[in-house]
């Protein structure tokens, strides 16, 4: 069965670094999301995308953060500069097209000292 | 804005017994609702969902139970056993209008399995 692949799975990292995490979506999954999930709480939308183009980044804290999917396939979510507050789990989910049910990846746990 | 609530935080249950987990939200726009299974170190995994037109769901033993003039929902587990011990999310869409379908979770349940 097809997955949404993470990498890395775990990241440390001291506060004011910058940190990138990947995703590879399911192959001919249009929709790829971006959640951010803080622990005792569910996942929250960060940004969406449909190919490479933005659908909704309106939670994506753009002073900070970046998400980019080039080529309308895997993509790179970025943290520059990382905060305490942003240690957390983010998870990677794709759909075959908008609306489609989210199949969500392992995720990457951040911890930011 | 709390829109979906999961109130248990916990809920323990027998081996072979039914598990409910229960789910209520308030925005009445949503008209798609998922349940998600989540074990430590992994992501969510889907499990069932439902439409606002259906008042009822069934896969195997997983079966979801929609009340729009409630707003609630549950998910039934029957019988449970010691591998659906997990946190379980409860998630909800509203109608695609080109802006986005943002899945917006509860907090979670956390089910445990006893034999």
């Known amino acids: 069965e097809a997955e949404v692949a993470q990498s890395p799975r775990y990241k440390i990292t001291e506060k004011s670094q910058a940190v990138a995490f990947w995703c590879d979506p399911i192959?001919?999954?249009?929709?790829l999301y971006w959640y951010r999930q803080i622990l005792g709480q569910g996942p929250e939308l960060l940004v969406q995308?449909?190919?490479?183009?933005?659908?909704?980044d309106s939670q994506l804290p753009k002073d900070r953060f970046s998400a980019e999917r080039l080529k309308g396939v895997d993509s790179t979510l970025k943290i520059q500069p990382a905060e305490l507050g942003d240690s957390a789990m983010y998870l990677c989910?794709?759909?075959?097209?908008?609306?489609?049910?989210?199949?969500f990846g392992p995720g990457t746990r951040l911890l930011v000292l | 804005d709390q829109q979906v609530k999961q109130n248990s935080p916990s809920l323990s249950v027998q081996e072979g017994r039914i598990s409910i987990l229960n789910c209520d939200y308030t925005?009445?726009?949503?008209?798609?609702f998922l349940w998600y299974k989540k074990y430590p170190a992994e992501g969510p995994t889907f499990l069932i969902s439902?439409?606002?037109?259906?008042d009822k769901n069934e896969d195997g033993r997983f079966t979801v139970f929609l009340n729009k003039s409630a707003k609630h929902l549950s998910l039934h587990i029957v019988p449970s056993q010691p591998g659906d011990s997990a946190v379980y999310f409860c998630?909800?869409?509203?109608?695609?209008?080109?802006?986005?379908?943002?899945?917006?979770f509860g907090t979670g349940t956390q089910l445990k399995v006893e034999l």
């Open positions: 192959s001919g999954h249009a929709t």
């Open positions: 439902i439409s606002s037109i259906k």
């Open positions: 995308f449909q190919d490479e183009s933005v659908v909704d």
């Open positions: 925005n009445s726009m949503f008209d798609y």
């Open positions: 998630a909800a869409t509203k109608p695609f209008t080109g802006g986005g379908n943002k899945l917006t």
């Open positions: 989910a794709s759909s075959r097209a908008l609306g489609g049910t989210q199949y």
